[in-house]
């Protein structure tokens, strides 16, 4: 379904034709969604905000904040030194099968498909914004600019990119690092035409603090069985597209009203599990409705479109601009269990950790088709899991439907190992 070169009416009719899918693809799970027995109105104000394609989010993202955007591709990006900077951090991320599929002509086969879905979705609308952050994570981001040339995409926004030091435990990755978020620091405020306050940038981390604080509350409703593992995902994808303390405030209310919900994985135990891998993005929700269909119970994950969007908690001792930017810079740097890093050997121990909080069996492992450091992971992580008692099973996709019933075959048999 590739426009690129296309005559401009053709083009024109792939595009739009492309753009009714995308918007479908929404529309149909919210409503799916809103179908659900354990929908409560205090899920509204998230459902709205995910309630448009990609572009016109993004526009109604900078209405909600009242600030103009600053796109990102990775949470590694403080968040709060963005929000400091007077600008709303939109991280462009899509579960559009039909993006996706608008962009697949352009590029390899192999590409990651979340970003081939991302630039499908820029391709009908590049949604301005004052520019981009871009941490050189995985090899697929660091072309994302030339993947945007590519797909033919009209994005003229400014382009920062952060250096990441691949190596956490040592002093001189830290140092690296830390310089890198002072350069950032810098960059944000010729965008901004402003400086960066010190007491701007300690109201933005109490801020996410108190988001993050939120978050955790709404995990321990999922791992009591107050909150369904699906609406936990869905209110976190929400997150990026709400003014922060909006946002918070939303969760606030919903957690007021949740009691506990009685299930077969929860009687029993037998079904509770942790999802990790590849991010799962709305509204390619089709992992967590597989999951729930084969009566597995997703009570923990380290998804960064998920459970992981805080990093790390940020601790302030020194309360200086320099302090606090350090502060800021350890808790993303040190707190982040990417696979990207060499040295994460911190990435089995938090599973285990995780483990004995929130009493899972066994482990679901997300793997995106293109997306290399994960699918490397998954090899590495099972021997030990499995030494440690958990079960264990890689699940391989795409963006598409056609392997839906093979994977919830696969889950159920999963589910049936003792």
Same mark, same amino acid.
């Given at each position: 379904?590739?426009?690129?070169?296309?005559?401009?009416? %053709? &083009?024109?009719?792939?595009?739009?034709?492309?753009?009714?899918? =995308?918007? !479908?693809?929404? *529309?149909?799970?919210? #409503? @799916?969604?809103?179908?659900?027995?354990?929908?409560?109105?205090?899920?509204?104000?998230?459902?709205?905000?995910?309630?448009?394609?990609?572009?016109?989010?993004?526009?109604?993202?900078? %209405? &909600?904040?009242?600030?103009?955007?600053?796109?990102?591709?990775? =949470?590694? !990006?403080?968040? *709060?030194?963005?929000? #400091? @900077?007077?600008?709303?951090?939109?991280?462009?991320?899509?579960?559009?099968?039909?993006?996706?599929?608008?962009?697949?002509?352009?590029?390899?086969?192999?590409?990651?498909?979340?970003? %081939?879905?991302?630039?499908?979705?820029?391709?009908?609308?590049?949604?301005?914004? !004052?520019?981009?952050?871009?941490?050189?994570?995985?090899?697929?981001?660091?072309?994302?600019?030339?993947?945007?040339?590519?797909?033919?995409?009209?994005?003229?926004?400014?382009?920062?990119?952060?250096?990441?030091?691949?190596?956490?435990?040592?002093?001189?990755?830290?140092?690296?690092?830390?310089?890198?978020?002072?350069?950032?620091?810098?960059?944000?405020?010729?965008?901004?035409?402003?400086?960066?306050?010190?007491?701007?940038?300690?109201?933005?981390?109490?801020?996410?603090?108190?988001?993050?604080?939120?978050?955790?509350?709404?995990?321990?409703?999922?791992?009591?069985?107050?909150?369904?593992?699906?609406?936990?995902?869905?209110?976190?994808?929400?997150?990026?597209?709400?003014?922060?303390?909006?946002?918070?405030?939303?969760?606030?209310?919903?957690?007021?009203?949740?009691?506990?919900?009685?299930?077969?994985?929860?009687?029993?135990?037998?079904?509770?599990?942790?999802?990790?891998?590849?991010?799962?993005?709305?509204?390619?929700?089709?992992?967590?409705?597989?999951?729930?269909?084969?009566?597995?119970?997703?009570?923990?994950?380290?998804?960064?479109?998920?459970?992981?969007?805080?990093?790390?908690?940020?601790?302030?001792?020194?309360?200086?601009?320099?302090?606090?930017?350090?502060?800021?810079?350890?808790?993303?740097?040190?707190?982040?269990?990417?696979?990207?890093?060499?040295?994460?050997?911190?990435?089995?121990?938090?599973?285990?950790?995780?483990?004995?909080?929130?009493?899972?069996?066994?482990?679901?492992?997300?793997?995106?088709?293109?997306?290399?450091?994960?699918?490397?992971?998954?090899?590495?992580?099972?021997?030990?899991?499995?030494?440690?008692?958990?079960?264990?099973?890689?699940?391989?996709?795409?963006?598409?439907?056609?392997?839906?019933?093979?994977?919830?075959?696969?889950?159920?048999?999963?589910?049936?190992?003792?």
């Amino acid at each position: 379904m590739s426009c690129a070169g296309a005559p401009p009416d %053709r &083009r024109q009719r792939i595009e739009q034709k492309a753009a009714q899918k =995308v918007a !479908a693809e929404s *529309e149909q799970l919210l #409503a @799916a969604l809103r179908q659900r027995e354990d929908c409560r109105p205090e899920f509204e104000a998230f459902l709205r905000c995910l309630s448009t394609t990609s572009a016109a989010s993004a526009a109604d993202a900078a %209405r &909600r904040s009242g600030r103009p955007l600053l796109k990102l591709l990775c =949470v590694q !990006a403080p968040l *709060e030194l963005i929000h #400091a @900077a007077g600008f709303h951090p939109f991280r462009v991320f899509s579960g559009s099968l039909a993006a996706s599929a608008l962009a697949a002509g352009n590029l390899p086969a192999l590409t990651c498909p979340l970003l %081939r879905a991302v630039l499908g979705e820029l391709r009908l609308n590049a949604a301005p914004a !004052a520019g981009w952050v871009l941490p050189a994570t995985c090899d697929w981001v660091t072309r994302f600019p030339e993947m945007l040339r590519l797909c033919e995409v009209d994005d003229s926004s400014a382009i920062w990119w952060l250096e990441l030091p691949r190596l956490k435990n040592r002093a001189d990755g830290r140092e690296r690092w830390l310089t890198e978020i002072w350069r950032l620091k810098e960059f944000l405020e010729r965008l901004a035409g402003r400086g960066i306050g010190r007491n701007a940038l300690l109201d933005s981390i109490a801020a996410y603090a108190r988001a993050a604080a939120a978050r955790q509350k709404l995990r321990q409703a999922r791992i009591e069985g107050r909150l369904a593992p699906l609406w936990f995902m869905l209110v976190m994808s929400a997150f990026f597209l709400d003014e922060v303390s909006a946002w918070t405030a939303s969760v606030e209310r919903l957690l007021a009203v949740l009691t506990p919900q009685r299930t077969q994985a929860r009687e029993n135990g037998s079904g509770r599990v942790f999802l990790a891998g590849s991010p799962i993005v709305f509204p390619n929700f089709k992992l967590p409705l597989l999951l729930e269909e084969a009566g597995l119970s997703v009570v923990a994950d380290d998804l960064c479109s998920s459970e992981r969007i805080f990093p790390g908690t940020t601790v302030v001792e020194d309360e200086s601009l320099f302090g606090l930017v350090s502060a800021l810079a350890g808790s993303y740097h040190q707190g982040c269990l990417c696979p990207v890093f060499a040295d994460n050997e911190r990435r089995v121990n938090n599973i285990f950790n995780q483990r004995d909080e929130a009493g899972f069996q066994g482990v679901v492992f997300n793997v995106l088709k293109g997306c290399h450091p994960y699918d490397l992971e998954s090899y590495s992580l099972e021997a030990p899991l499995k030494a440690q008692g958990l079960k264990f099973i890689r699940l391989e996709t795409d963006y598409t439907q056609e392997d839906r019933q093979n994977l919830l075959t696969r889950l159920e048999a999963y589910r049936g190992i003792r």
